[in-house]
């Protein structure tokens, strides 16, 4: 083995005395460190030490299109040489970032028209909330301010985002903006089909739900509020898909109220759920904004974005007395290198008709997935297409989790990876994202190695007195 690769070496413990890994968990990573990828191509990626593993969640929801396209490499380099980087504030601009925004537009629903990029999908969270209430305060209602978010959502991991984020474990030894008598964000009930209450059909459980939006609301004052976010299926906390008609029904709240409503489409959109977005593709809702970020450049560069309506667009660019600008922006905002990966991404997807492939081999996988509900600790498979997830429990009847110690996802997930395949675990979850090039024979592979990485965990518990069937 190469001494700049493997456990032991240089880059091993280069990262594991100076990388602050997010969501680090340290008893862990101060004993066995990082596992190290080197080259990837198509779904796989390999590892140091020249084993190879199928990536069962597209690097994290982002490698659309796979790994190794030389298209896209190409693409980079092109943009690098010509015009490596050029801010885009006030009136600068470069052919990439026009370019991009002009094709967001076309792609996106209804008359969202505008774009603002960002550097990531938390970028693209702050900066829809900071419109939000840069619209009301141009209209002389600085009072509009506050954000109702959802209980297990996840909106990134900014000071705004990271509040936002309705995953508690999130906020853990952190301050957040939910502090204090009165606080800029409030949090109304999840969707969580699994879990509704006993004997409730799917139309009663909509009906709660947007019930309890309404009490929100009402609590902080819809004169208080600008406006509502919500992802169109929640990601990280658990790959909860609303009921039926949830997100119009809870649109439809939102105007009634003169709330802005925020689609978080950071996982949902550039194929995952078999279009570009997702909003009113699949749920039919017409948001007031939307943001992206993971898919829309496959990963390759960092890269998120803003679209927003031309009626917020009127407002923010009305003339105002003393000719105050939108005082709101990033170094790299519509950094061309990363604006050309975009659009030679969106051309990929486009030529390859990934979409369409998503739609036609998304079914599949779910039903194949479905199949791993008959394992006795399996309670739950859920999701749309290639974003999707499984829940684990201690007891079916009741749908009793497992105590936390356990980490039965861990295990299952480290059991999978022993056998070649890449596989997220939180908590109780097993999450899946796989990159959108997937053939039906690959989700075989993957559905079967869970299913084998499931009964051996159940194993480790019946011989640990841990669980028994």
Known sequence: MKNNVGRGSQVWRNDRRHLLHPFAEFPQFNTTGSRIFTKADGIVVESD??????????????????????????????????????????????????????????????????????????AANDTAVRLAQYYFNRQGRPSKNKIVARENAYHGSTYLAASLTGIRPNHDGFHTLLEGPDPLIHHTTEPNMYRRPDGMNEEGYCDLLIRDLEKTISEVGADAIACFIAEPIIGAGGVKVAPKGYHGRAKEVCTQN??????????????????????????????????????????????????????????????????????????????????????????????????????????????????????????????????????????????????????????????AYQQGVIARNVGDYIILSPPLTMSTAEIDEIVDVLKNAIEMTMDDFTREGIWQA
Not at 271 to 287: D, I, K, Q, T, W
Request: with cysteine; glycine share 10%.
């Open 258 to 415: 003169d709330i802005l409503y925020v689609s978080d489409e950071v996982v949902t959109s550039f194929g995952r759920l078999g279009h570009f977005f997702a909003s009113e593709a699949v749920f039919n809702v017409l948001p007031d904004i939307i943001t992206t970020a993971k898919g829309i450049s496959s990963g390759y560069i960092p890269l998120g974005a803003t679209l927003f309506s031309d009626e917020i667009f009127e407002v923010l660019s009305s003339p105002e007395i003393g000719g105050k600008p939108f005082s709101h922006g990033f170094t790299y905002s519509g950094h061309p290198v990363a604006c050309a990966a975009g659009l030679k991404n969106i051309e990929i997807i486009e030529s390859e008709r990934l979409c369409e492939h998503v739609r036609s081999a998304g079914p599949y996988f779910e039903k194949r997935l479905g199949e791993l509900r008959d394992l006795p600790i399996v309670g739950d498979t859920r999701g749309s297409h290639f974003m999707l997830a499984i829940e684990m429990v201690s007891n079916k009847k009741t749908k009793t989790c497992f105590e936390s110690s356990v980490a039965v996802g861990k295990r299952i997930a480290d059991h």
């Open 49 to 122: 030490d020249g084993r190879k593993f199928i990536d069962g969640i597209g690097g994290l929801w982002c490698v659309n299109i796979g790994y190794g396209r030389q298209e896209m490499a190409e693409a980079i380099a092109e943009q690098a040489s010509a015009l490596p980087y050029y801010n885009t504030f006030t009136d600068m601009t470069s052919p990439p970032a026009a370019n991009l925004a002009a094709k967001l537009a076309e792609l996106a629903p209804g008359d969202i028209n505008h774009v603002f990029f960002t550097c990531s999908g938390s």
